[in-house]
């Protein structure tokens, strides 16, 4: 036999019995942001490197290891990590941006070279929003309050907690940022390889250290907060104000810098504690300087990015994955002389009459019991059953392979009416 080729480690199928979870919650998805007013935006999967270098940063974790860039013809290209970068490059490139205001969002595959378990891959998925041209704390409220409907929507609300902090203004974090490292020099001894380089690179990140030691020295550093600029300050505490009126539960992490260059003021994370290491399921901020920096005119925007591979294993843990529908409702069975010409006809009627069931119709053959039982492999709630001599009479059988109802015979002609009656 031939050897068998293998998917990529950590770039997962999503398989037949696995979709409808996915296709509830992205169905829910939809329905939520719909409900804001926001459009979708379909951006490509590769850009050119670049586009990720200048946005999300050359010192970050996506940028120094974590990107699939490959030569092509002479120009660099990266499959896409995440979908902001690309969005403000689509939105600068067709002037969607520019003196007006926009939401949009976006669902799609992310690529990421990390290394694979559970709630980490490489190829994953993330839905995410953007919204350009408002300044003020009341969008960076509205687009809290529609990541907290979807929970309640998904119910798993009680399982989510909202992280946030402030990064103030870009000046107001460079004060801090020497502030820190004026600290973190006088402990070196106490820093790991990885916060020494970041102390140079990219201080901030410093603390988001996982290091247990290096958290205990972080006690002591400065705080971020005491070195915000007023209008920060004013803006954070308007979120709150917001925040607080919709009845949003936050506590604030004053260690919560977020893993991209990009942001300044508002960042948030939503964490759970059902996941394990992975606990972040939807992260997001204010990021004012970006359409500058990609090439547009200065434009404030707030956004954020969930990972759905997260929040479809939170869903099967929680086991609220139950109530997700079967893909079929309706087997037919065909027994006897001319039933599998009868039977296409009479399914075929179903699908134009009734278009919201789904009829799977017998091919390949077979006896009753061979067909009941694909009946019952299939989760359809009913079994059509079209035998040679009830036809003469213009009747077909309904068993409800569930067992709840009795099996009746019923006129092919009131079939219309009777069928939507089981679901
Ligand atoms: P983490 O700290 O877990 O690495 P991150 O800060 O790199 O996350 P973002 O770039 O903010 O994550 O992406 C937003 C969301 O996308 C994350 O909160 C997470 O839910 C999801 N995500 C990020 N990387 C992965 C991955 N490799 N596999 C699955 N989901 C991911
Ligand atoms: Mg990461």
Redesign the pocket.
């Known amino acids: 036999m031939a050897k068998k080729i293998q998917a990529i480690r ?1 770039m997962n199928d999503t398989l037949p019995e696995q979709t409808p979870v996915w296709q509830k919650l992205e169905s829910l998805l939809r329905q939520v942001v719909s409900s804001y007013g926001y459009s979708e935006i379909r951006m490509p999967i590769v850009e050119t490197t670049n586009l990720f270098k200048r946005s999300i940063g050359e010192v970050t ?2 940028v120094e290891k974590e990107m699939y860039t490959f030569d092509d013809n002479g120009d660099s290209l990266t499959l896409r ?2 979908g902001t970068a690309s969005c403000v490059r689509a939105g600068n490139e067709h002037g969607l941006l520019y003196n007006q205001e926009r939401r949009m969002w976006y669902i799609g595959p ?1 690529f ?1 070279h ?1 290394r694979p378990q559970k ?4 190829q ?1 998925h ?1 839905f ?1 929003l953007e919204t350009f041209g408002i300044a003020t704390a009341d969008i960076d409220a509205e687009v809290i309050l529609l990541s907290a409907r979807l929970w309640k929507a998904l119910g798993i609300e009680q399982h989510v907690e909202l992280q946030l902090n402030s990064l103030g203004s870009n000046e107001a974090r460079a004060l801090y940022k020497e502030a820190l490292v004026e600290f973190l020099s006088r402990h070196v001894d106490k820093l790991d390889e990885d916060s020494k380089r970041r102390m140079t690179t990219n201080p901030l990140r410093v603390l988001d250290s996982k290091n247990p030691q290096v958290q205990e020295l972080l006690v002591d550093a400065p705080k971020l907060s005491e070195h915000l600029d007023d209008e920060s300050v004013e803006h954070f505490a308007q979120l709150q104000k917001y925040l607080d009126a919709a009845g949003i539960k936050y506590v604030i992490n004053e260690r919560l810098v ?3 260059d990009y942001y300044n003021r508002t960042v948030f ?1 939503w964490v759970t504690s059902s996941l394990g290491a ?7 901020g204010r990021y004012d300087g970006l359409v500058e920096q990609l090439g547009g005119k200065a434009t404030p925007a707030v956004g ?7 929040i479809v294993l939170m869903l099967e843990e929680l086991k609220l994955n139950d109530d997700v529908k079967s893909d079929v409702d309706l087997y037919s069975v065909l027994v006897g002389e001319g039933t599998d010409i009868e039977g296409f006809r009479i399914s075929e009627m179903i699908r134009t009459e009734l278009p919201h069931l789904k009829m799977m119709h017998h091919c390949g053959g077979g006896n009753f019991k061979k067909q009941m039982k694909r009946a019952d492999k299939s989760g359809a709630r009913l079994a059509l059953i079209i035998g040679e001599s009830e036809l003469e009479s213009g009747c077909v059988t309904i068993k409800d392979l569930q067992g709840k109802i009795e099996q009746q015979s019923i006129a092919i002609d009131s079939l219309v009416k009777v069928l939507p009656t089981y679901f």
């Open positions: 950590g974790d996506i990590p995440e992310m990421r990390e709630g980490r891959y490489r994953f993330q995410g977020r893993g991209l994370e992975q606990g972040t399921i939807c992260a997001g954020f990015a969930m990972g759905l591979e997260r």
